[in-house]
RNA sequence: GCGGGUGUGGCGGAAUUGGUAGACGCGUCAGACUUAGGAUCUGAUUUCGCAAGGAGUGGGGGUUCAAGUCCCUUCACCCGCACCA
């Protein structure tokens, strides 16, 4: 009876092992370069690992086990997210303290990570709801706080009326409340805030030197949105009407303007307007109505202010003002001036309301719609016959030089609000004091952990259920030392995943976040992968972060990350996403139980290009496991005294410069497919020599560590195969001594010939000529050209 | 609307600088070993055709001796953002 790979006995005696020996553990070594890998932490759901997260695990294991064998000192670590709304709405449930529940799930992913054989270092593991953890995160919003960067600030929030509670933009699904599906209508709540709106240039702009996958970049700077332009003073009665335009050189085509329902002056000059009760109407009806429906109506609506009206500062024209909700009082100054010729949304209110429309940009038919390319500018006083660029100059000169604009960059992007009203984040280490107003806790008494409270709901007026916390609010103010009370609501989830690539470094200190010498020694990381979904909050939040840390001396460099990739998501087989409701999710521990670790890697590897949706499927899985069991069944044939060919040394060779180069590029599944081919060459053998099994081995090792390591020690090593040497491949050597040569006539196949390599023109023109099929071909033609390139193709052009 | 991406056999997908389209895997078919096998091994497998030969990388056009690859145009789908002035 013939041996089968047991995997389920092999994959665990080497976990162990290597969890045993901690062959994975890394310190500083100066003498050894540093590489640093990194790979989203997750958060450790009641559901268990997910396909997806082993994906990029994976994606990150193979190159970090490669880096070592390079002889790279690698940090490759794991951690958990563990703050988070599922295990709070558990509790809310259940009763069942987070702090119970996410520790059990923590041992559930962990026994998880281990039974997949990733090389983490796991004496580095972090966890951002331990208070030694936790403790940093709040000693760092200190510094935000301290230097300017973190306000208190009454904003409209997505506030559920159903669950009481403040709600983040991410817990927003489609206008509805994530959890109990009411929707969602916006409250104005005092919430802490960051100003990463002053970091929004440098988070452009430092982009250029990185190495992130362009789709991630122009997320980002998308998100981000500057645009350039100029703010102008309209007289509006007697006080000045700002607005922002990044079109200063249509300011003769404005016709009109339009404020947020929600800008100052509506109600500051509201006695002055003539159709008041129009105008309240209309402002309320507004604040009903949530974003979605704000956004979703196609037409525009509005109210004039009637009885007072502005004046265009470029042709002293008197031009009505209007409220509508197209305006948003978020972005720019929440007033714009309406240029309907050139503008598609000002011209359908134009439309509506019966507004002119004058051209001022040579173009188009405004009869039709708005003209928003570029032309020759009419109608425009001292800008006719400049085009836009031009114009744009001239137009701001001029306000400049009469005192009422000016040059101005806008940003989409808005501060990051802090606050949430959950039980389950980090305490936020503020106090406040009647007296002295916000002041942060002082540093000795960092962690501020959390209290118990008697349940997680929060109150009707939509505090944090911290606000029950009893004792725990009543503090003393740390600058007077009178009465204080403390913040009750909590940080975001994205707070602890903002620096916990930091922390990896020197994850034990107890004195700083992580000492200088660690954070010179392992930052950047060098390579981080992790999903879309991120790009525009953890990743950018991050970024921010590190900036901010950076500017305050604590970090050595601006950037975080060197290099960002990104991996496709994972679907079911019918291409739906796998869910909890749909019944279509995989588990892991299944696939591992059925097929082993090792098949479970290397499918996820194989399953398609990295950075593309895949599907899953159980049959192509079978490919790779008897993959995997074709590779064991080899050893069979290795025979000590078996030497290898040329030929042998040849597909070798090439295996090694294939798998080496399509690893560094992320296309993992064609450096399977050169292992795949390597195999069934070395099966096609009689007797293997050993250099060919081993070097297979080490070229699997990233992939399938366990059977690697097992096939290495029968091989009889007593090394871990992790401590070799990655092969390095010679191109001569790979380098076939024939080639075969396509021969065409007039660019159709007609046969092939068969020469030494680098043949003469003259050889390889002669061979194909003699072609039988060739010479049949051509009867009757005359030869016009024969083109030939070396080692490839012999084209004859006849006619 | 704006930004990014993808279209290649029955399926997942390969194809350095333009140079033998379909590597590798799945599935299917045939055969071998088997009491049997969804196990293993061998072979075949883009399509039409007995063959010679033809067609073929979403569609149309172009450049070239030669195009999946370059240019123009068009269609379909996916992912972000979305009344951002």
Redesign the pocket.
């Known amino acids: 009876m013939e041996e089968r790979y047991n995997f389920k006995a092999i994959e665990k005696k080497w976990q162990e092992i290597w969890d045993d020996e901690k062959v994975y553990k890394v310190e500083i070594d100066k003498n050894k370069e540093k590489f640093y890998a990194l790979v989203e932490f997750p958060y450790p759901s009641g559901a268990g690992l997910h396909v997806g997260h082993p994906r990029s695990y994976t994606a990150l294991d193979v190159i970090a086990r490669k880096k070592r064998m390079q002889g790279f000192n690698v940090l490759y670590p794991m951690g958990f997210d563990a703050f988070g709304l599922p295990a709070e709405n558990y509790a809310i449930k259940t009763g069942v303290h987070p702090a119970v529940s996410t520790k059990a799930n923590i041992e559930n992913f962990t026994r998880q990570l281990k039974s997949i054989g990733f090389s983490f270092d796991w004496d580095r593991c972090i966890n951002t709801c331990d208070p030694e953890y936790y403790k940093w995160t709040q000693w760092m919003f200190i510094k935000f706080f301290e230097k300017g960067l973190a306000y208190k600030d009454k904003i409209a929030i997505n506030w559920c009326p159903s669950c009481k509670v403040g709600l983040a933009n991410e817990e927003v699904v489609n206008g509805h409340c994530e959890r109990c599906g009411a929707e969602v209508v916006r409250k104005d709540k005092e919430q802490w805030m960051i100003a990463i709106t002053k970091y929004a240039d440098r988070l452009i702009k430092d982009l250029d030197d990185l190495d992130f996958i ?2 991630v970049k ?2 980002q ?3 981000i ?1 500057r ?1 350039e ?1 100029a703010e102008l003073d309209f007289e509006f009665g007697d006080d000045k009407l700002t ?5 200063p050189d249509t300011a003769f085509g404005v016709t009109y303007m ?1 404020l ?1 329902p929600e800008h100052e002056f509506v109600q500051k000059y509201m006695d002055k307007f003539e159709n008041q009760s129009e105008i309240r109407a209309y402002v309320e009806e507004t604040a009903k109505k949530s ?1 979605l429906q ?5 037409e ?2 509005g109210v004039e202010l009637k009885g007072v009206k502005a004046k265009n500062p470029y042709n002293g024209q008197m031009i009505p003002v209007f409220i509508s ?15 309907p010729a050139h ?1 598609q ?2 011209y ?1 209110f134009a439309k509506v309301f019966n507004l002119p429309i004058i051209q001022v940009l040579d173009g188009g038919d405004i009869s039709e719609k708005a003209w928003e390319e570029d032309g020759k500018h009419i109608n425009s006083g001292f800008l006719d016959g400049l085009n836009k660029d031009e114009a744009m100059h001239q137009a701001i000169d001029y306000a400049v030089k009469h005192g009422f604009g000016r040059a101005k960059v ?3 992007l808005r501060d990051w609000v802090f606050s949430r009203q959950r039980y389950w984040g980090e305490p936020i280490p503020m106090v406040y004091c009647e007296k002295c107003g916000w002041q942060p806790i002082p540093e000795s008494e960092l962690p501020l952990t959390l209290p118990e409270v008697p349940d997680y709901h929060p109150n009707d007026e939509g505090e944090s259920p911290l606000s029950k916390a009893g004792d725990w609010l009543n503090t003393t103010c740390p600058k007077c030392g009178g009465k204080a009370r403390r913040e009750t609501d909590t940080m975001p989830n994205w707070a602890g995943s903002s620096w916990y690539f930091l922390r990896y470094c020197d994850p034990h200190n107890d004195k700083e976040f992580a000492s200088k010498e660690a954070l010179d020694y392992w930052m950047n990381v060098d390579w981080y992968n992790g999903g ?2 991120h ?2 909050l953890h990743l950018l939040y991050s970024r921010f972060w590190h900036k901010f840390l950076y500017d305050c001396g604590y970090v050595p460099m601006p950037e975080p990350y060197k290099k960002r990739t990104s991996h496709g998501m994972i679907l079911a087989e019918n291409g739906e996403k796998m869910s909890k409701s749909r019944g279509n999710v995989i588990n892991p521990d299944d696939i591992i139980d059925a097929y082993g670790a090792d098949a479970f890697r290397l499918y996820e590897m ?4 990295f950075d ?4 899953w ?1 159980d ?2 899985l ?6 995997v ?2 590779v064991f ?1 080899l050893f069979k044939k290795v025979y000590k005294n078996a030497k290898p060919s040329d030929k042998d040394l040849r597909a070798m060779h090439k295996c090694i410069l294939e798998v080496s180069e ?1 690893i560094e590029q992320m ?1 993992f ?2 450096a ?2 050169s292992l ?2 390597y ?2 060459y070395l ?2 053998l009689e007797k293997i020599a050993p250099e060919l099994y081993e070097i297979l081995l080490k070229l699997m090792s990233p992939f399938t560590p366990h059977l690697a390591e097992e096939m290495w020690a029968r091989l009889g090593h007593n090394t871990f195969i992790v401590a070799e040497t990655w092969p390095k491949g010679d191109a001569k050597l790979a380098e076939e001594n024939t ?4 021969v ?1 006539i ?5 046969g ?1 010939v068969e020469l030494p390599k680098d043949a003469s023109r003259e050889m390889a023109e002669k061979a194909a000529l003699n072609l039988e ?1 060739v010479k ?2 051509l009867e009757g033609k005359e030869i016009k ?1 024969v ?1 030939v ?1 070396p080692n ?2 012999v ?1 004859i ?1 006849a006619a």
């Open positions: 362009d789709r122009s997320q700077i998308n998100w949105g645009s332009g607005v922002f335009t990044t079109r339009v947020a974003d704000r956004t979703m109506s196609d525009k609506t909700d197209y305006v948003l009082t978020g972005y720019g100054t929440g007033a714009i001036m309406a240029v503008d949304r000002d359908d806008n940003f989409k879309m979904e790009t525009t194989f399953m398609g290009p593309q949706t895949a599907m499927s049959e192509s079978m490919g790779v496991y008897r993959f069991g074709k069944g399509r296309r599944n064609t399977v497919s795949m081919t195999v069934n099966s096609s080639v075969t040569m396509a065409q007039c660019g159709k196949m007609r092939t099929n049949k071909q050209k083109i390139v490839k193709i084209n052009v």
